[in-house]
């Protein structure tokens, strides 16, 4: 089944330490995005990837790192500089080559700082 | 910058009624396309609804159909015969696929709506 995978469902760091969050899909999709969803702020957008090797930075970058080495992966970093880790968060992929196609979401990850 | 407002955090209706949840964006851009996106408890993602720009025509999908007003920049959502699988967060979206913010795909803080029995 064609789809987006998120891993971990929980994930839970120490104060200081990075961590990376994992997204794939195999819909053959050229667009990645990842989102922060906290309480009352909706979808934030934190980077964003339209083909292998770029990708662009969203509202709230700062203390996040992203790469994409495949199509089929996007995984996203939180670094110890990103002040307020403790979150919801969304990664989405879309085929970039035809504007109507909506987002396809994996089910998420709750990071929590301990 | 594109930015997306949804001027109602929550919201409830009778099970059976009718409710229109409202939604604006700002944008130069003239070709875009619309989403509405329903997020249950389970916090899956789920597209509702979406509509092209260029499209006079409002979409419709069964129970739920949007008033596309691309001159007043409006896009709501009109849920008819409102049922208790209807409770959950709805998001607005925007994508365009031109400009400086191409394939930024923006949301709304959301509205949370809730079906009473």
């Known amino acids: 089944d064609g789809g987006i995978t998120q891993s971990p469902k929980y994930l839970f760091r120490k104060e200081g330490q990075n961590v990376t969050l994992s997204c794939e899909q195999n819909?053959?999709?050229?667009?990645m995005y990842w989102y922060r969803q906290d309480p009352g702020q909706g979808l934030r957008l934190i980077y964003y990837?339209?083909?292998?090797?770029?990708?662009q930075k969203g509202d709230i970058a700062e203390g996040y790192s992203v790469s994409r080495e495949k199509k089929e992966s996007f995984p996203l970093t939180v670094t110890s500089a990103q002040k307020n880790p403790t979150a919801f968060y969304l990664c989405?992929?879309?085929?970039?080559?035809?504007?109507?196609?909506?987002?396809?979401f994996g089910q998420g990850t709750r990071l929590t700082v301990v | 910058a594109q930015t997306v407002t949804q001027s109602q955090p929550e919201m409830s209706v009778q099970e059976a009624e009718t409710v229109t949840l409202s939604c604006t964006y700002d944008?130069?851009?003239?070709?875009?396309?619309l989403f509405w996106y329903k997020q249950p408890p389970s916090r899956q993602m789920i597209l509702v609804i979406r509509?092209?720009?260029?499209?006079?025509q409002n979409a419709t999908e069964n129970r739920f159909s949007v008033n596309f007003q691309k001159a007043a920049k409006s896009f709501s959502l009109k849920i008819s015969d409102s049922q208790l699988g209807d409770t959950a967060m709805y998001f607005c979206?925007?994508?365009?696929?031109?400009?400086?913010?191409?394939?930024?795909?923006?949301f709304g803080k959301g509205t949370k709506l809730s079906v009473k029995p």
């Open positions: 509509q092209e720009a260029y499209k006079q």
């Open positions: 979206a925007f994508i365009s696929n031109y400009g400086g913010s191409q394939g930024n795909l923006i």
């Open positions: 989405a992929s879309r085929d970039a080559g035809q504007g109507t196609t909506e987002a396809f």
């Open positions: 944008t130069s851009e003239n070709n875009y396309y």
């Open positions: 819909l053959n999709h050229d667009a």
């Open positions: 990837s339209q083909i292998v090797n770029d990708f």
